[in-house]
């Protein structure tokens, strides 16, 4: 990290992010476009306090329960996810025993490879989706993203696409997917047309979905079922608008 943050700075979390995706982008992970869609994050971030809410943890359960009773899961990977969660996207591999899969809106062999090798050398063994492994397609969808793995993506009956554009969930829904997202704002494309969305930063979201997958591994099939036919994603998505908007409306006079 090159700019050295005071501790005690009241914003020294949300710099300390920003400092990873600035890295990812001299790493070669991020594209400039990820830091301004990290910036529109921060903004829904801001009003909800930068706090993970009822609402999300409810999501994330949900969440948990869909990852363990889904036969191929699979973790797309783009720029933005890998620089903010590279440790952890391994963690949450194997703690739902979902494969990784490189997915890049931006393409390039490049960052695809940089983001590969960064995955592997923090100890994943198979990184899917890049270089000549690109040979399904999606349907519905034009642009690079369509390319997938026929081992990955392309078989999966389950899709985690944190920081996503909603073009490719629409496409994967279309397939007969579930899709699940994380999504800062609960207006998106993507959050709406999502089987599950977790309206929370995405830095928050991993580490506690390990930790629920960890406790509900020892649930039976049917109560994992029962959890996800619990939620419902617009009513979710309603209640984490409503406290977006009350985030900005109350503003009391700390000076
Ligand atoms: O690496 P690539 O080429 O695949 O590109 C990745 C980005 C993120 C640049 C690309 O997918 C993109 O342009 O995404 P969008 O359309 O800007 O959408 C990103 C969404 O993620 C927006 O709705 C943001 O509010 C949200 N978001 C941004 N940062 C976070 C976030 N949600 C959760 N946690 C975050 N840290």
Redesign the pocket.
């Known amino acids: 990290m090159q700019f050295n943050i005071p501790q005690d700075h009241p914003r020294a979390e949300s710099l300390r ?1 920003r400092e990873m995706l600035v890295e990812g982008l001299r790493g070669g992970l ?2 400039e ?2 830091l ?3 910036g ?3 903004t ?2 801001y009003l909800l306090g930068e706090k993970t809410t009822l609402s999300a943890i409810m999501a994330i359960k949900a969440t948990a329960a869909m990852l363990l009773t889904s036969s191929h899961p699979i973790i797309s990977v ?3 996810f890998a620089a ?1 969660c590279g440790k952890e996207i391994i963690e949450l591999s194997r703690a739902c025993g979902a494969l990784i899969e490189v ?5 390039s062999v490049n ?1 695809e490879r940089a983001i590969k090798c960064y995955l592997e050398r923090l100890g994943a063994t198979d990184v899917l989706g890049t270089g000549k492994d690109r040979t399904a397609t999606i349907p519905y969808l034009n642009g690079e ?1 369509k390319h997938v793995d026929p081992r990955g993506i392309a078989i999966a009956d389950t899709v985690f696409v ?5 073009d490719r969930t629409e496409a994967l829904k279309k397939m007969g997917k579930k899709v699940i997202a ?4 609960p207006l ?1 494309r ?1 959050s709406v047309h999502a089987t599950i969305c977790i309206v ?4 928050r ?1 991993i580490p506690i979905l390990i930790q629920m997958l960890l406790e509900l591994k020892s649930e039976n099939r049917e109560s994992l079922m029962n959890m996800i036919g619990k939620f419902d994603n617009i009513m979710n998505l309603n209640e984490s608008a409503r406290l977006i908007r009350r985030g900005g409306s109350e503003i009391s006079a700390t000076i």
């Not at 997915?103 to 393409?107: A, K, T």
């Not at 944190?162 to 909603?166: A, I, K, M, R, W």
């Open positions: 992010v991020v594209v476009e990820g301004i869609a990290h529109r994050g921060e829904f971030d783009n720029g933005n903010l997915n890049l809106f931006y393409h960052r993203r944190p920081l996503e554009d909603g994380v999504d800062l704002n998106s993507t929370d930063n995405v830095v979201v």
